[in-house]
């Protein structure tokens, strides 16, 4: 099978740099640093009380994926938005045009590279989460859902800093293009639905009220759906399924009105899935049409 030679390329030059080295060393230091410090303070508590609470294992294992995926989202447009547009300011990205090499080459050669660091982070960082193990509550299956959860966000946002850097000349522009994209996604979607929900609770316009539940309670109806492609949504979502749809049914219906948690739990993180993965697809295929533009 033969390799990309741009990921080969950018995977030899990152692993003769120390600071692939030192980044998941601080960052699953900081991880680890946490979790035993917040073992810690259980085990005192059992001394005092001679009680277990679990509910610490599990604020732990929240508090972990979501630094994680936190990380992924803010930094992947960081690592992908350069990617083309530095090859253009350096003036190298014509000479690869000449070269073999197809535009589809150049770009998922690029975005593997990225996600190839962002992947070594994730899971580096798993023995720390499998730490819930010892106590129960997480099964395989669970980190496996997370994982994918991960991944999809990074394709996702990933796939948004490269179609960025592929239309747009300056890196510094397409960096901001990537965050605003990302922002659109994650914060306008919520913030659509947040409106339409105020709408309706202060004697919004009748098309709005129809959206809903017949009117009898106030919900974002089918704005609601936009939120398919929000990637926090999904992951919000995934955490909920883990630490029980209890916990956080009434933060849900607060945020988007009052839906029925289970039977969006029952299909949305599926459904999600597939159509962020349809919109990563998109989005590389205009960058691929982008470089074919530059390349004629």
């Known amino acids: 099978m033969k390799q990309n030679p741009i990921y080969r390329r950018e995977t030899m030059v990152s692993a003769r740099s120390f600071r692939l080295a030192l980044i998941p060393m601080i960052f699953n230091g900081i991880l680890a640093l946490v979790a035993l410090l917040n073992l810690y303070s259980t085990l005192g508590q059992v001394k005092l009380t001679a009680e277990i609470q679990y509910s610490n ?7 972990v994926a979501v630094l994680e995926f936190v990380m992924v ?19 190298t990205l014509e000479l690869m045009l000449t070269t073999k090499m197809t535009p589809a080459d150049i770009i998922f050669g690029k975005l593997a590279a990225s996600l190839s660091t962002m992947v070594l ?73 947040q409106l339409v929900l105020y709408l309706q609770q202060w004697g919004g316009d009748a098309w709005l009220v129809s959206a809903g ?64 993965l349809v919109m990563a697809g998109v989005f590389l295929w205009m960058a691929v049409r982008a470089l074919e533009r530059k390349k004629r």
């Open 213 to 276: 539940q017949n009117g009898t309670a106030a919900d974002s109806g089918h704005f609601l759906y936009l939120l398919l492609v929000n990637p926090t949504t999904t992951f919000f979502l995934t955490m909920l399924r883990m630490a029980g749809q209890e916990q956080g049914g009434g933060l849900f219906s607060r945020l988007f009105g009052n839906h029925s948690l289970e039977s969006i739990h029952n299909t949305w993180v599926a459904g999600s899935i597939v159509i962020q």
């Open 57 to 63: 294992f599990m604020n732990l294992y929240m508090f």
């Open 121 to 193: 982070l994730i899971v580096s960082s798993f023995p720390v989460l499998a730490m819930m193990f010892i106590y129960g509550g997480v099964t395989v299956r669970d980190m496996g859902l997370l994982l994918l959860c991960y991944m999809v966000a990074a394709l996702l946002v990933g796939s948004i800093g490269i179609c960025c850097s592929a239309v747009f000349k300056k890196t510094m522009v397409a960096t901001v293009a990537s965050y605003g994209v990302l922002g659109i996604l994650v914060l306008g979607t919520c913030l659509a639905n």
């Open 73 to 91: 989202v803010l930094l992947m447009p960081a690592l992908t938005a350069g990617s083309i547009s530095g090859e253009r300011e350096r003036r």
